[in-house]
C-alpha cells in the first residue's frame, strides 16, 4: 500500500505540503517538500529549486524524516539525571523546572568563577542559521566561554593550508561547472559517498569527456568510477605533491610567467633568518637581472636562482629566490623518493604531473581525508603551490577546491549584530583541547559545559577520557538533543530540540550550492520539544538578559538578513524566501574564486614562501610524515572515513540505514590480515597503548596495505567493545596554532590488529 | 501500444541505496523487506569489496527490481491471476486481494524480484510505481536518485528517453537466457 | 509418445483451472493447433477458492472469479465451447459427444472435470435454503438468501465449511457448523490444526459442533430445521459442505481406469495414451497409502496439466512436487505441504496462535502444517522438493533459521554475472 493511502478510498489524503530543508554536515542541504497528514509527515520529495537540476535528496534525509522523527529514543521533554552521571537513571522534568535550575547553576557558577566559566560548544549537525549560531550567541550574551568548532571538527588544516597562501580559508568553484573541466585531479576525496548530491555534475563531466584521477589510499567509491586511481600512503599526499612538482620542475611545466605575477616566488629570501629581504621601507626585495630592488619596482623580476646582495656594513648575503629555496626542498622529490615515501609507482608521479600540468582546465578538487595528520596543513598548502604553479588558481574551471557555498558565506560572516548582541564578547577557547583544558581547568576555571548540534559521544576524541577526567570537574554539563546519544547519557540535563521539520522557522544556506532556503515547519514539536533559539532566549530572560533575546523566530530571521555582511544577503528578503522557498544568491557566474587575482595577503600575492613560519623550519613547503605508523608495535594506520549511510553519528541508529550497512566493519587487505591470522568475518581487536576496540573484520582487495579502515558515525554501542576514536591522540601544532588553532588529526593513529581471543570471541 | 522500461545507467550508479529507501518510504514497504535492491557483483553489497585484486580493481553496483518482464514468467504460474501483465502499459501488477501467498512466483522470478508478508504470506513487489505514473510523476526510484541513474519510459516510443539511450549506449540486461524478456536494460558500468 | 503436430485437434474437457492452465502451457510450448475448452458451465474457467471467501460476501461480477481476461482465450485462439454438456467420449471415433450439437473431434484429450458437490443423502436436502458450494451459481443463491438470514448452518468442518463460517459471522448473525467427525478439518489437516482453528472460530462466535451426524432437514414456518441425532437447528440458510465427488463418470463409461476419479500417472497420463487427466478428478498412486488418490488443490490442478501439456509437446516433466494447499479464515492463513499421514514424529514451533508442524517419519521430513507463519511454508517446501531434507534436529532448533536451510536458488543464471 501506498504510505498514507486511505484504505477505503485508495487515495493518498495530504493535508498540506511543505517546502522546508533537509540539512546535517552531508553539505547536501537539500529543499524538501514535506507531505503531511494529521501533524505528521507522511513522505518526503525532493523539492524544486529557481533553477533546474537541483532535485535532490537522500537514502540519509528520507531516513531521518521517516524514521528519527519519531524513532523510539526520541526525547520529547526535559530530563533530569538521578543518581550518577551515566547511570542511566532518569526523571522527567518541566521546562520551568529544567531551565530555571540551569539558570540559577549557571549564575552561581558565575558568581563563583567569573561569567567565563560557563561554556557552550556546538558542532555541524544543523546548518539552519538561527539553530548553529545560538550558542555562540549565548555565550556572547552571557559573556561565557564559547569552545571553537574549528579545529574539533578535524578538517581546519584545508583552511590553514590555504590562509596564509591565500589569504583565504576556502575557495570552491561551483560544482554544477564540473562538466567544463578537461581534467579533474581528486585528491583525498570521495565525492560519490560525501558529495553524492553533486555526484552527477562529475558524471556530467566525464560524459563530456574529462579525465578524472582519485587519489586515495583505499579504493574508494569515487575510485571506482574515475578513469584512474593513485594509492599513496595515508598521510603522504605532500609527498606526491611534492613529487609532481619536481616533475614539472623538470620538464619546464610550471607557469613561470604566472608564478612571477601572482606569488611571491621572486621575493630574494634572507638566508639568515629565512624571511623576506625587505629594503628599508619593508617593501620585500626582488632580483631585476641586474640588481636587487622592490618588487612593486619590478616587472619582471627573476624568478630562478640567488642574489648576491651586498649589505650596508659590507656583508654579502647569498639569497635565493623564494622560488629556489622552495625548489631545493622539492628537488629530493624525486619520482623514485616519492614512490618510497607513498609506496607509489614512479611513472604514476611523472604521468599525474604531465596529465595535471598538460590540460586545460585542470580542476583540483580537494578533500579533508588527506589532512586528517599531525602535519595536514603542509598537504593542502601543497595542494595549493601545486595549483598556483600550474598556474591555475583564478583561472575558470580549474583552481584549487575545498568548499565554498552560500553557507559558507553566510555562517561564517555572520552579522555581529546576531552574534554578539549589544556588543557583548564571551571568551573563545579552542575546543579541540576541551579536554586538556576541562580536566586541567587551565587557562582559567571552567565548571560548566552546554553542547547542542554535537553528536561529541561518538564523534569527539576520546570520549572515554572525556568522561573520566574532564566531567568530574564541570559542575554541570547541558545537552541539548533529540536521541540519547553517548554524550546525552552522561549529562546533568538533556533538553530536548526539534529537528528540521519541527522548527518553527530558519534561514539555511547551501553547504554545496548557492541556493538560500528558507526552512518552515511542517509538522509541531515532537513532545514538548522547543527549538535551539528559543531554548537559549528562555536561559537569556532568566538570566536578565532577555533584552536581544526577545525576537520571534520571524524577526530574528528578518534581523540575520537585513544585517548580514555580505550584500548578497542583505539583498534578499524574507518575503521572496517565503514564497519561493529558495532564492539564488547572487554572485558572479561563472564564479572563479579569486578571478580577479586579489589575495588579502600581506604581499597581495599568492604566498608559496611562508616567512611567518621560518622559525618552526617550515617557510617552504615540505612534506613531514604522520606522527605515527611508525613504532612497530603499532605499525597499521587507522582511518575512519565518512560515506553514503550517515553523515556523522546521525543516521546510524536508522532502521533502514541499518538495513543496508548493518554494523561496522573493520577493512583490512587480505595480506595484512593473513599475517595476523584474521579469517574474513571474524571478530578482532584493534589496539594502542591508548585504548582498544572490537569490531568484525572484513577483508578487501582496495584497502592499501599497512592500513586499516572503519566507517566512521557508529556509536560506541555499536561496537561490542571500545570505539574507535578512542584510540587517537592530539597534539598541539605550532603553526597550526599560529595560524588558528591546532586540528584534531582524527586519522594520524597507529595501531595493531588482531583475533580476539577465544574465550572473549563468543557474543 | 505502450511498453514500460527502466534504463538503469550502471556508469553513474554509486550504490548509495537511495533508490531503494525512497522505495520503501513511497510504497511504505514493511522493514527488512525490499521491493528494490541494490546488488554488488559479489552479492555482498553491506560488505562494500570491489573486484580483482589490490591495485587493479572494479567494483560496481546494480539495482535491480521487478523487471516488469515481457513474458513474465510470475503471471504465467500464478494460480489466481494476482500478478498479470497490463495491456495498456505493460507493467506488471500484483492485486493483494488475490494473493494466496503461495510463492510459485518467487520460484518462478529469475530476479528475486518478490517478497512476502512475514505473517499473511502475501507477496510484494515493484509497482513502477503506477500510482505517480497516473499523476505525471516518475518512479519514486528515479525522482530520488542523486546521480540521475535511472530512466523509465515507453520503449516502444522511439523518441523516449529510454529508448535513446538503449539505442545510443552499450546495454545489457539480466538472464536473458530464462527468455523472460526484462525490461530493466542497463548501461555498461 | 509423438508430440502433437501443428494439425493435431486438441481439446480440453472442462472448463476449470487445470484446463486454463493446460491451455496456456500448450502455447507457451509452442503448440500453434486448434484447442476447444468445452464446459458444462455457462462460465469461462473462473476461480474456485474465492467462491467460499471473498466472492461470497464481495460486490464482485464473476468475471473478478475468471482466471483470464475474456480477450486471452482469443488473443491465444482457444475456442471456448461454454454450457456444453458433453454426454460421451467416443474412444473409437476420436470425438467428444455433446448433448447438444456436433460432436467434437480430438487428437488429445484433457479430461478436467473436477467434481461435484457431494450431495447430503438425507430427506430435505433439496429444500429451498439449502444450498451447496461448488459454482458461481451455487453462491450466486447463496448471496440472494443472506440479506434475512439471521441462523446459518453449515454442514461439514472442512476448509469450506470454516471459510464460509467465517466469512458469515457477524454480529446479530448466528452460525453453526457441524461436523460428522471428531474435529473440523479432520480430513485435511492434524488435531493441533484443527484445535487451533477450532478455537479461533469460536472466538469470534462461531457454534461448532462436532461427532454430529445430520439426519434430516425440514421446512417449517418459512425456516429450515436442520435435525441432528441430539439436537434441532433453526435455519434461515443452510450451506452444505460435505467435500465432492469426481466427475469420473464419462472416463469409465469410456472405459478408461478409474478410482474413485480418473487414474492417471505421474505424467498425468490415463490408461489411454492420447488422454490424460488433471485436477479434482484425476487419481494418482500415493505409495505411502498404497492407493490411489485425488488432491483436491489449486496446486495439483496446475501441475498434473502442465504436465499434460508439457508431455503433449513432447518435454516429459513427471509431476513429483510435494503437494500443498491453503485456507484463509479470517486473517490468518493455514498452509501446509506435503502430509501427516504416517507420521512418527511431529516437531512443533511456535505457539498456540501462529505456529508450524514438521512432520517426520523414519527421520525424513514428510510434511508442514503452518498457521501464519509462511516463511516456514516456503522453506517446508522448498526442502520437501530439493534434494536436501531436514533433520529433525534442525526442526526442534529454534535458532535455526528454516529459510536458511534451503535457500532459495533464483532459476535463471545471469548470464555475465556482473564482470562486465
Redo the contacts between chains.
Keep these: 500500500?501506498?504510505?498514507g493511502?486511505d484504505p477505503v478510498t485508495g487515495t493518498?489524503a495530504v493535508d498540506r505540503i511543505v517546502r522546508t530543508v533537509c540539512s546535517p554536515n552531508c553539505s547536501g542541504t537539500c529543499g524538501v517538500n514535506a507531505f503531511v497528514k494529521d501533524g505528521r509527515l507522511l513522505?518526503?520529495?525532493?523539492a524544486s529549486f529557481p533553477e533546474p537540476g537541483w532535485?535532490?535528496?537522500?537514502?540519509k534525509g528520507?531516513?531521518m524524516a521517516?524514521q528519527r522523527i519519531e524513532h523510539p529514543d526520541r526525547i520529547r521533554y526535559p530530563l533530569r539525571r538521578v543518581g550518577p552521571r551515566g547511570g542511566g537513571q532518569w526523571e522527567r522534568v518541566s521546562w520551568e523546572e529544567a531551565m530555571g535550575d540551569i539558570a540559577q547553576r549557571l549564575q552561581a557558577t558565575a558568581d563563583k568563577y567569573g561569567a567565563r566559566a560557563n561554556s557552550w560548544m556546538t558542532m555541524s549537525g544543523n546548518y539552519g542559521f538561527k539553530a548553529t549560531t545560538s550558542p555562540h550567541r549565548i555565550a556572547n550574551t552571557l559573556g561565557g566561554t564559547i569552545f571553537t568548532h574549528d579545529g574539533m571538527m578535524g578538517d581546519l588544516n584545508c583552511a590553514i593550508g590555504f590562509l596564509p597562501a591565500l589569504g583565504a580559508g576556502f575557495a570552491c568553484n561551483d560544482l554544477a561547472d564540473l562538466p567544463h573541466a578537461r581534467y579533474i585531479l581528486i585528491f583525498g576525496r570521495n565525492p560519490?559517498?560525501t558529495d553524492?548530491?553533486e555526484?552527477?555534475f562529475l558524471?556530467d563531466a566525464?560524459e563530456a569527456g574529462a579525465k578524472v584521477v582519485v587519489v586515495d589510499p583505499r579504493?574508494s567509491?569515487t575510485?571506482?568510477?574515475a578513469d584512474e586511481?593513485v594509492?599513496p600512503r595515508p598521510g603522504t599526499d605532500a609527498a606526491l605533491v611534492l613529487g609532481m612538482i619536481q616533475v614539472m620542475d623538470e620538464e619546464c611545466l610550471i607557469d613561470e610567467p604566472y608564478v612571477i605575477r601572482h606569488t611571491n616566488g621572486p621575493f630574494l629570501i634572507d638566508p639568515r633568518s629565512g624571511k623576506v629581504l625587505r629594503g628599508e621601507d619593508g617593501e620585500p626585495q626582488v632580483w631585476d637581472g641586474a640588481a636587487v630592488v622592490a618588487a612593486s619596482a619590478c616587472a619582471e623580476p627573476v624568478l630562478r636562482g640567488r642574489a648576491q646582495v651586498a649589505l650596508a656594513d659590507g656583508t654579502v648575503l647569498d639569497c635565493p629566490t623564494a622560488f629556489e629555496a622552495m625548489r631545493s626542498e622539492w628537488r629530493r622529490y624525486t619520482p623514485s623518493h616519492v614512490a618510497e615515501v607513498c609506496a607509489l609507482p614512479a611513472e604514476t608521479v611523472i604521468r599525474l604531473a604531465r596529465d595535471y600540468a598538460g590540460n586545460s582546465p585542470a580542476w583540483l578538487w580537494c578533500g579533508a581525508g588527506p589532512q586528517r595528520y599531525h602535519h595536514g596543513h603542509l598537504v593542502h598548502r601543497a595542494y595549493v603551490t601545486l595549483a598556483a604553479l600550474a598556474g591555475n588558481i583564478g583561472k575558470p574551471y580549474a583552481g584549487v577546491n575545498t568548499l565554498d557555498g552560500a553557507h559558507m558565506r553566510f555562517v561564517f560572516n555572520a552579522p555581529e549584530a546576531w552574534t554578539a548582541p549589544g556588543g557583548r564578547h564571551g571568551e573563545h577557547l579552542p575546543g579541540v583541547h576541551l579536554l586538556e583544558i576541562l580536566s586541567k581547568q587551565e587557562p582559567y576555571p571552567v565548571k560548566s559545559l552546554w553542547i547542542a548540534s554535537y553528536g561529541m559521544g561518538t564523534q569527539s576524541p576520546s570520549f572515554d577520557r572525556f568522561v573520566e577526567e574532564a566531567l568530574p570537574n564541570l559542575d554541570l554539563f547541558v545537552v541539548t538533543e533529540q536521541m540519547m546519544t553517548g554524550a546525552a547519557d552522561h549529562a546533568d540535563y538533556v533538553l530536548p530540540c526539534v529537528s528540521y521539520y519541527e522548527e518553527p522557522l530558519d534561514l539555511v544556506a547551501g553547504g554545496e550550492h548557492w541556493f538560500l532556503q528558507l526552512r518552515q515547519q511542517a509538522i509541531p514539536p515532537v513532545g514538548e520539544s522547543r527549538n535551539d533559539y528559543a531554548i537559549f532566549a528562555d536561559l537569556a530572560h532568566r538570566m536578565g538578559q532577555g533584552e536581544h533575546w526577545s525576537m520571534d523566530d520571524e524577526a530574528a530571521c528578518r534581523f540575520i538578513l537585513e544585517n548580514h555582511g555580505d550584500p548578497a544577503f542583505r539583498a534578499i528578503d524574507l518575503e521572496t524566501l517565503r514564497r519561493q522557498g529558495a532564492v539564488r544568491v547572487q554572485i558572479p557566474r561563472p564564479h572563479v574564486p579569486f578571478g580577479d587575482m586579489v589575495f588579502r595577503t600581506p604581499s597581495g600575492k599568492i604566498e608559496l614562501y611562508q616567512e611567518q613560519f621560518a622559525e618552526a623550519g617550515e617557510a617552504v613547503l615540505m612534506h613531514k610524515d604522520p606522527l605515527e605508523g611508525r613504532d612497530p608495535r603499532y605499525p597499521l594506520m587507522l582511518v575512519s572515513p565518512k560515506h553514503?549511510?550517515s553523515t556523522h553519528s546521525q543516521h546510524t541508529m536508522l532502521?533502514?540505514i541499518r538495513?543496508?550497512?548493518?554494523e561496522p566493519?573493520l577493512?583490512m587487505?587480505p595480506r595484512d590480515a593473513a599475517d595476523r591470522g584474521i579469517a574474513d568475518g571474524v571478530m578482532v581487536e584493534v589496539w594502542n597503548d591508548r585504548g582498544r576496540f572490537e569490531v568484525r573484520a572484513?577483508?578487501?582487495?582496495?584497502?592499501?596495505?599497512g592500513m586499516l579502515v572503519v566507517p566512521q558515525g557508529f556509536w560506541r554501542k555499536h561496537f561490542r567493545r571500545g570505539h574507535f576514536a578512542d584510540l587517537g591522540r592530539i597534539e598541539r601544532n605550532a603553526v597550526q596554532e599560529a595560524v588558528i588553532e591546532t586540528n584534531y588529526p582524527v586519522w594520524d593513529v597507529g595501531v595493531e590488529v588482531g583475533p580476539l581471543a577465544l574465550e572473549d570471541a563468543a557474543p | 501500444m505502450t511498453r514500460m522500461a527502466f534504463v538503469i545507467d550502471?556508469?553513474?550508479c554509486?550504490?548509495?541505496?537511495?533508490c531503494?529507501?525512497?522505495c520503501?518510504?513511497?510504497?511504505?514497504v514493511p522493514?527488512?523487506r525490499h521491493r528494490l535492491k541494490?546488488?554488488?557483483?559479489l552479492n555482498e553489497?553491506?560488505?562494500?569489496?570491489?573486484?580483482?585484486?589490490?591495485?587493479e580493481?572494479?567494483?560496481?553496483w546494480?539495482p535491480t527490481m521487478c523487471h516488469h518482464c515481457d513474458d513474465a514468467?510470475c503471471v504465467?504460474?500464478c494460480?489466481?491471476?494476482a500478478l498479470w501483465k497490463r495491456d495498456e502499459d505493460g507493467i506488471v501488477v500484483l492485486d493483494k486481494?488475490?494473493c494466496?501467498?503461495?510463492?510459485r512466483c518467487?520460484?518462478?522470478?529469475?530476479?528475486?524480484a518478490l517478497s512476502?508478508?512475514?505473517?499473511?504470506?502475501i507477496a510484494d513487489k515493484c509497482s513502477f510505481c503506477d500510482?505517480r505514473l497516473a499523476e505525471g510523476k516518475e518512479p519514486m526510484c528515479q525522482?530520488?536518485c542523486?546521480?540521475?541513474a535511472i530512466h523509465s519510459g515507453d520503449i516502444d516510443d522511439p523518441e523516449s528517453a529510454v529508448s535513446r539511450l538503449v539505442a545510443e549506449r552499450d546495454t545489457?540486461r539480466?538472464?536473458?537466457?530464462?527468455g523472460?524478456g526484462p525490461q530493466i536494460h542497463y548501461l555498461?558500468? | 509418445m509423438t508430440p502433437l503436430g501443428h494439425r493435431d485437434q486438441v481439446v480440453l474437457l472442462g472448463a476449470g483451472?487445470a484446463s486454463a492452465q493446460a491451455a496456456?502451457q500448450l502455447r507457451?510450448s509452442g503448440f500453434s493447433g486448434p484447442i476447444t475448452l468445452v464446459g458444462d458451465e455457462p462460465h469461462p474457467p473462473y476461480?474456485r477458492?474465492?467462491l467460499s471467501k471473498?466472492y461470497l460476501v464481495g460486490a464482485h461480477n464473476p468475471d473478478w472469479l475468471?482466471?483470464?481476461p475474456a480477450q486471452f482465450w482469443a488473443q491465444r485462439a482457444v475456442t471456448l465451447r461454454l454450457g456444453t454438456p458433453v454426454e460421451a467420449i467416443d474412444r473409437a471415433a476420436g470425438v467428444l459427444r455433446a448433448e447438444c450439437g456436433s460432436p467434437i473431434p480430438f487428437d488429445r484429450l484433457l479430461i478436467a472435470t473436477g467434481g461435484r458437490a457431494r450431495p447430503l443423502a438425507v430427506a430435505g436436502a433439496n429444500l429451498p435454503g439449502v444450498h451447496r458450494l461448488r459454482t458461481i451459481d451455487d453462491v450466486d443463491g447463496i448471496r440472494s438468501g443472506l440479506d434475512h438470514a439471521r441462523d446459518i448452518v453449515i454442514i461439514g468442518g472442512g476448509f469450506i465449511g470454516l471459510e464460509t463460517a467465517a466469512m458469515l459471522i457477524s454480529s446479530g448473525r448466528q452460525v453453526t457448523v457441524l461436523e460428522a467427525g471428531p474435529r473440523v478439518l479432520g480430513r485435511v489437516a492434524p488435531p493441533e490444526v484443527s484445535s487451533a482453528m477450532a478455537a479461533i472460530h469460536a472466538e469470534r462466535g462461531v457454534d461448532i459442533r462436532t461427532s454430529v451426524t445430520v439426519t434430516a432437514i425440514e421446512a417449517s414456518s418459512g425456516r429450515l430445521a436442520v435435525i441432528t441425532g441430539d439436537a434441532i437447528f433453526p435455519a434461515d440458510l443452510v450451506i452444505v459442505g460435505i467435500g465432492i465427488t469426481p466427475e469420473d463418470d464419462l472416463a469409465r463409461e469410456a472405459g478408461l481406469a478409474t478410482d474413485n476419479g480418473v487414474v492417471v500417472d505421474d505424467l498425468a497420463c490415463t490408461s489411454d495414451p492420447r488422454i490424460h487427466a488433471a485436477g479434482d478428478c484425476a487419481a494418482v498412486f500415493d505409495p505411502g497409502a498404497q492407493a490411489y488418490r485425488r488432491r483436491e488443490t489449486?496446486?495439483n490442478a496446475?501441475e498434473q496439466a502442465r504436465a499434460a501439456a508439457l508431455a503433449w509437446a513432447g518435454t516429459s516433466q513427471p509431476y513429483r512436487q510435494a503437494p500443498?494447499v491453503?485456507s484463509?479464515q479470517y486473517?490468518h492463513?493455514l498452509?501446509s505441504v506435503g502430509g501427516s499421514e504416517g507420521a512418527d514424529r511431529s516437531v512443533l514451533r511456535g505457539d498456540q496462535r501462529?505456529f508450524s508442524l514438521f512432520h517426520f517419519k523414519s527421520e525424513q521430513l514428510i510434511g508442514a502444517d503452518t498457521l501464519?507463519r509462511?516463511?516456514d511454508?516456503?522453506a517446508a517446501?522448498r526442502l520437501l522438493n530439493g534434494p536436501r531434507g531436514m533433520a529433525v534436529a534442525s526442526a526442534i532448533d529454534s535458532g535455526v533459521a528454516l529459510s536458511a536451510l534451503a535457500p532459495?536458488q533464483?532459476?535463471?543464471?545471469?548470464?555475465?554475472?556482473?564482470?562486465?
Excluded at chain 1, 538495513?659 to 548493518?662: A, D, F, S, T
Excluded at chain 1, 572484513?698 to 596495505?705: A, C, M, R, Y
Excluded at chain 2, 512476502?116 to 504470506?121: I, P, R
Excluded at chain 3, 533464483?410 to 562486465?420: G, I, L, Q, V
Design positions: 500500500m501506498i504510505r493511502t493518498v513522505k518526503i520529495e525532493p532535485e535532490r535528496i537522500c537514502l528520507i531516513a521517516m560519490a559517498d553524492h548530491s555526484m552527477r558524471f566525464m579504493f567509491r575510485a571506482a568510477k586511481w594509492s553514503v549511510h532502521p533502514w538495513e543496508h550497512r548493518p566493519l577493512e587487505h572484513s577483508l578487501n582487495e582496495g584497502v592499501k596495505p | 550502471l556508469k553513474r554509486i550504490g548509495c541505496d537511495t531503494a529507501v525512497g520503501k518510504m513511497e510504497n511504505d522493514a527488512s541494490v546488488l554488488d557483483p553489497p553491506a560488505l562494500e569489496r570491489p573486484t580483482g585484486a589490490y591495485p580493481l572494479k567494483q560496481h546494480l514468467p504465467a504460474v494460480p489466481t491471476r486481494d488475490r494466496i501467498g503461495c510463492r518467487e520460484e518462478a522470478c529469475p530476479y528475486d512476502f508478508d512475514a505473517v499473511t504470506g500510482h525522482a530520488v542523486p546521480t540521475r545489457y539480466l538472464g536473458e537466457s530464462s523472460a555498461k558500468p | 483451472q496456456d507457451r476461480q477458492p474465492p471473498a475468471y482466471y483470464r489449486v496446486h496446475i500443498w491453503w484463509d486473517s492463513r498452509q501462529r501464519d509462511p516463511d511454508f516456503a517446501r532459495r533464483p532459476m535463471a543464471k545471469f548470464e555475465r554475472p556482473f564482470s562486465a
